[in-house]
């Protein structure tokens, strides 16, 4: 079954619908200039509304191998997700709890596994680039890989995604939200509805 995501988390009663909805991992975003921002205590916080069996991951870029490790552990995370030039080297110390990033179509796929697949930041892609997209992922899946699938996800579209990506895990954060930060709970309900009927189609 393909796992979902739900992040960019700010708010404790978002972390709370995603959990009863069904999510299989929380995401916060500890990136100082991102509008989704929050800070290592902030994470940790929020981090304690997540139950066992529901993994909690931070999400970091150009951050150091050394401080990527501290983020980790203060925090009480599961994994990072790693975008930048120090994600293959914080893999390498960090094993499985580091997933690195792949932002296409600038950076090639590196060695470690799981992968993140992502687009650029702000990208509005065309179907046909979204179809290539989620194509890529299913042949780094079937070449053995764990791909976290991201980018211009939401309820209308990741059904379709998994059934073409078969991914490990798909990646939702302004697909399902209100505005920067504030989920729209309908839409996290949708979102991981169809990602259900994608994995089981």
Known sequence: MTLV???????PDDVEQAVAAGADMIGFIIVPWSPRAVDVQ????????????????????DETV????????????????VYGPHAEETRELLGERAIVACRRPTDEPGAGDPLLLDRAFGDEPTAAELDAHWR???????????????GAL????????VRTARPWAVD????VE???????????????????EGTTA
């Open 42 to 61: 902030t994470a940790g916080g929020l981090r304690r509304l997540v139950p066992r069996g529901v993994e909690a991951v931070g999400v970091l870029v």
């Open 178 to 196: 209100r505005e920067p930060g504030v989920k729209d709970h309908s839409k996290v309900t949708a979102f991981i509805r169809a990602a259900r």
């Open 154 to 161: 939401g309820p209308a579209n990741v059904a379709e995604a």
């Open 172 to 175: 939702v954060a302004r697909g």
């Open 5 to 11: 995501k739900v992040c960019g988390m700010t708010r």
């Open 66 to 81: 050394g401080g990527a490790a501290r983020i980790l552990e203060e925090a009480g995370l599961d994994r990072v997700q």
């Open 136 to 150: 890529e992922a299913a042949a780094l899946g079937s070449a053995g890989r764990r791909v976290l699938l991201a």
